[in-house]
């Protein structure tokens, strides 16, 4: 059986699919790849140093890393905010959420 070859798109589209996938299970499953390959094209994309570029991506190269880091931190704080555990944003959360929001849009 021969091989299948995946375009340098398609594996950065998978790639960013990832942080917003409620599974990578799922997502591997709707792409019909494996979920290993998703984490080894992720790996490789961030060992190179080069963010896959989105088509309507205000920033090309901010560290992927970074992004998804200041994703993290959005999350844990809603969650912080909607558990009570947080009352109010200091000023360290409002620089994290101004800069996802400068560096992506969001």
Request: glycine share 2%.
């Amino acid at each position: 059986m021969k091989k299948k070859t995946y375009t340098a798109q398609f594996r950065a589209d998978a790639v960013h699919r990832m942080e917003t996938a409620p599974s990578i299970s799922e997502l591997a499953r709707e792409l019909k790849v494996r979920p290993n390959m998703l984490y080894a094209w992720r790996k490789r994309l961030l060992a190179s140093g080069t963010v896959p570029k989105r088509k309507n991506a205000k920033v090309q190269d901010v560290s992927h890393d970074a992004i998804i880091y200041l994703r993290h931190a959005k999350d844990a704080m809603n969650k912080a905010l909607r558990e009570g555990k947080l009352k109010q944003l200091d000023k360290a959360h409002l620089l994290a959420l101004l800069a996802l929001q400068t560096l992506t849009g969001e």
